[in-house]
Each structure stands twice: as structure tokens, then as C-alpha cells.
């Protein structure tokens, strides 16, 4: 039985890569196509294929900097939820503007996640 390192590409995109033995019955999810990763290639998720070989996906520095910031608010929310289980149990008595503020930090915090 033969085992090959496939990628599983979406829109010239690696999505995953996977170990396949070519008798076992087995279809990438929808939308998605198998390519054949040579033999020492380093391919892995983001990487591109053009059809002949993989490209390295290399993030620029703006994507690096975003992931910082991404992992300070992270870093931010923890320590805010932290605080927001004592301060639930005094909910009441905040101001209108502090719910508020602590609301807007939550739903910032949700639809950056629903994006990655």
C-alpha cells in the first residue's frame, strides 16, 4: 500500500495536508482537490499551487503586525473577562457607559474571531 503527503487544495490554496494511501476510498470536502506533495517538499496550510509547484506563503509585515495586535486584544479580553466574572456579580451597579464599554470590547472580540 502506497502512502503519499497530499494537499488538500481549495482556489490554489493549501487547506490541509494529509497522509494517503491510495486504496482507501476517500474525497476531500466539497470544493476542495488533492495535489501530490513531492517527496522533501515542505508544504503546509496557506501555501499556494500553481499547478506545478508549491509557493511558500510568506505573510507580510502589516499580517504580522495584525496578529500581534490580534493576540494583545486577546490578551486584553482574558484579563477583562477575568474582571467582568466579579464585576458581573455587581452588574447592576455600573454606569450605562461601563456596560456599554464592556459590551463593545465583547462584540469587537466576537467579530474578529468570526473573520479568522
Known amino acids: 500500500m ?9 482556489g490554489g490554496v493549501v487547506q490541509n495536508v494529509v497522509r494517503y494511501d491510495t486504496e482507501t476510498v476517500w474525497k476531500p470536502p466539497a470544493g476542495c482537490f488533492l495535489a501530490e ?8 496550510p496557506g501555501d499556494a499551487w500553481n499547478g506545478v509547484k508549491f509557493i511558500s506563503y510568506q505573510p507580510t509585515a502589516a ?5 500581534a ?6 490578551s486584553d479580553i482574558s484579563d477583562m473577562l477575568s474582571r467582568g466574572r466579579q464585576a458581573l456579580a455587581s452588574w447592576d ?7 456599554y464599554a464592556v459590551l463593545k470590547q465583547l462584540l469587537r472580540y466576537v467579530l474578529r474571531k468570526e473573520r479568522t
Do not use: C, I, R, Y
Request: charged share 25%; no cysteine.
Open 69 to 74: 495586535q490580534d493576540a494583545a486584544d486577546d
Open 37 to 44: 506533495v513531492p517527496v522533501g517538499t515542505p508544504v503546509n
Open 2 to 10: 502506497a502512502v503519499k503527503n497530499m494537499a488538500v487544495m481549495k
Open 93 to 99: 451597579s455600573l454606569t450605562t457607559a461601563q456596560k
Open 63 to 67: 499580517e504580522v503586525a495584525a496578529e
